[in-house]
């Protein structure tokens, strides 16, 4: 009778020659199956990589990017002009039509894109509506499994065309949350574009708070209204956060009002929501609409940073790189120190994965090995000159190597030349 197999060995591989977040001195970085190390195990007979003196920084996290959407690598698309929410919907279902390459190649081509560029997760809003019904989640949950190992995806069904407004969004909502694909439900602007006629929008509000509690699901709702038709929506979903005990498993993207606030008004609703649990995420669009992240996250309010949409029907720009979105962050809050520019960084860097609940990637004994390797000389000139992201490393295995996404577990880990 054969006796208990074998204990498999470790994945071992180690990184020489780095220097972690810029440092002067050059060190290595040992990782075992997947977790960074202080020492290499006794009797293991590791790969290794030169890293040639490069900065080592953590892989990046987009807390928000419309995958589904995006015309990514596809003939050119002339967009026309838009100045509304439900024009822009419109164009949505326009250049849906339109596109030739099965949206799921589409997405998938963006994002392994994004793993090149340095990603290590990304939290994915899908469109839900029945001009699409639930075409999106079940492509994205495909690309979910094609780039597992290299990307953590998050999947969050969104009701872009307003449920109020849109017989049977609701429907597929409910449908796609018992279905088991998606990890989060989202939402609209539930007082301006999907409210009633005196823009008041608990109909909303009431459907995806019950589908979260209902299915253990986490809640990320769109929030485009300023001003008060903003704010008071704002308020009710924090008190329904803790009302429903979802601290931590809720979201409110792009928040334009909060920009608006300053002083005392801006410090209540920063303790309204630390308090409440719930997050924010923004994706540095303006100056005038940018979150002010430093005063949010010094009140324990956690802040992401993303993507949004990438080559789609409301933009032609975009390219789901996350080093650039900080490189932007730091444009539009005007950063001119190195501790500026640096914050930047970790937003995307820690902003993101706080908000995910994923451990962050810090390059010390214990942190998921998850990072990538650049010429440069320091953080914050690497934030200001987006140097080519030469190797990209997940769990302690190579993914990418010069802005190419190497594919499944095959890609193993490999010298920098």
């Not at 204990?7 to 810029?22: I, K, L």
């Not at 790969?47 to 990514?72: F, N, Q, S």
């Not at 009140?299 to 996350?322: E, I, Q, T």
């Not at 520019?341 to 908000?355: I, K, N, P, R, V």
Request: charged share 25%; net charge negative; proline share 7%.
């Amino acid at each position: 009778m054969a006796g208990p197999a074998a204990p498999a060995a470790p994945a071992v591989t180690v990184f020489r020659n780095v220097r972690p977040y810029g440092a002067e001195r050059v060190a290595d970085l040992v990782a075992v199956d997947g977790l960074l190390v202080d020492r290499l195990p006794e009797g293991a007979e590791p790969e290794v990589v030169d890293g040639a003196g490069r900065i080592a920084l953590p892989t990046l996290v987009d807390a928000h990017i419309h995958p589904d959407k995006t015309a990514w690598g596809e003939p050119w698309y002339s967009r026309r002009p838009a100045g509304s929410l439900p024009e822009y919907v419109r164009g949505d279902v326009d250049l849906h039509r339109h596109q030739r390459t099965p949206l799921a190649e589409r997405a998938h081509r963006l994002l392994a894109h994004a793993v090149a560029s340095g990603t290590r997760a990304v939290r994915a809003h899908v469109d839900v509506a029945p001009a699409f019904g639930l075409a999106g989640v079940t492509g994205l949950a495909e690309v979910r499994e094609r780039l597992a190992g290299a990307l953590d995806l998050q999947l969050v069904a969104f009701p872009q065309h307003g449920v109020r407004r849109t017989p049977g969004a609701g429907a597929l909502l409910a449908e796609a949350a018992a279905g088991g694909l998606i990890d989060a439900v989202g939402g609209i602007d539930p007082a301006g574009f999907d409210g009633g006629p005196d823009g008041e929008g608990p109909a909303q509000l009431d459907l995806v708070f019950d589908l979260a509690e209902r299915y253990g699901l986490r809640l990320d709702v769109h929030l485009h209204d300023r001003g008060d038709r903003g704010l008071a929506p704002l308020r009710d979903i924090a008190a329904r956060t803790r009302a429903a005990g979802l601290a931590g498993r809720v979201v409110v993207s792009h928040a334009f009002c909060v920009p608006e606030l300053g002083g005392e008004r801006l410090d209540e609703l920063a303790a309204l929501l630390a308090g409440s649990g719930v997050g924010l995420t923004t994706v540095a669009p303006s100056a005038h609409q940018v979150l002010p992240f430093r005063a949010l996250r010094a009140h324990g309010v956690r802040v992401g940073l993303g993507s949004d949409g990438v080559r789609d029907s409301w933009s032609p720009f975009g390219n789901a790189d996350m080093l650039h979105r900080a490189h932007l962050l730091g444009w539009t809050t005007d950063a001119r120190t190195d501790e500026e520019l640096a914050d930047c960084f970790a937003l995307a860097a820690d902003g993101g994965a706080e908000l995910l609940d994923l451990p962050r990637a810090t390059l010390e004994p214990g942190s998921p090995a998850d990072f990538m390797l650049v010429s440069g000389e320091c953080l914050p000139q690497v934030v200001v000159d987006l140097p080519p992201r030469e190797l990209v490393v997940r769990a302690g295995r190579v993914v990418a190597r010069d802005g190419r996404y190497l594919g499944g577990p095959a890609g193993g880990a490999a010298p920098v030349e």
